[in-house]
């Protein structure tokens, strides 16, 4: 195993096979079922080529439902990307673990989607393995 400055966030993510995620014109309702099968309060929203187009958290929904004057069912009825957050925060593959968990820190979120250059998901870095991980190698 790597030391704690050089392990790297691919040693730690969870695969894109295990990352939640779904396609933009997802209804919500969908969406929510996603991140409810995979226990974890994000799904990434990618295209069909798998490039991340966004997210959506469980936190953005309640803030949402707290914001639109819509009734709930409607809401469940919208596309997924209506309501997600374009543009996230990522870090790929190569990123430092201990410069993740920072980032992490500094934005006050739990998951970061790991892309690559092409801004294709590959993954998702979660808080808790991140820092079991970290805490492993003190």
Do not use: Y
């Given at each position: 195993?790597?030391?704690?400055?050089?392990?790297?966030?691919?040693?730690?993510?969870?695969?894109?096979?295990?990352?939640?995620?779904?396609?933009?014109?997802?209804?919500?309702?969908e969406a929510l079922?996603?991140?409810d099968h995979h226990?974890?309060?994000?799904?990434?929203?990618?295209?069909?080529?798998?490039?991340?187009?966004?997210?959506?958290?469980?936190?953005?929904?309640?803030?949402?439902?707290?914001?639109?004057?819509?009734?709930?069912?409607?809401?469940?009825?919208?596309?997924?990307?209506?309501?997600?957050?374009?543009?996230?925060?990522?870090?790929?593959?190569?990123?430092?673990?201990?410069?993740?968990?920072?980032?992490?820190?500094?934005?006050?979120?739990?998951?970061?989607?790991?892309?690559?250059?092409?801004?294709?998901?590959?993954?998702?870095?979660?808080?808790?393995?991140?820092?079991?991980?970290?805490?492993?190698l003190a």
């Amino acid at each position: 195993m790597s030391t704690r400055t050089e392990i790297q966030v691919a040693e730690v993510m969870i695969s894109l096979t295990d990352t939640p995620k779904t396609a933009s014109r997802t209804l919500l309702k969908e969406a929510l079922e996603i991140m409810d099968h995979h226990g974890l309060g994000i799904v990434c929203i990618t295209s069909a080529v798998g490039v991340l187009e966004g997210i959506i958290t469980d936190g953005d929904i309640r803030r949402m439902l707290t914001r639109v004057q819509k009734p709930f069912a409607a809401l469940m009825g919208d596309d997924v990307i209506n309501h997600a957050v374009t543009g996230p925060t990522t870090v790929t593959m190569e990123t430092k673990l201990n410069d993740a968990i920072i980032l992490m820190g500094q934005k006050q979120i739990w998951d970061l989607p790991v892309v690559d250059k092409d801004g294709k998901l590959n993954g998702l870095l979660h808080l808790h393995p991140a820092i079991k991980t970290i805490m492993s190698l003190a």
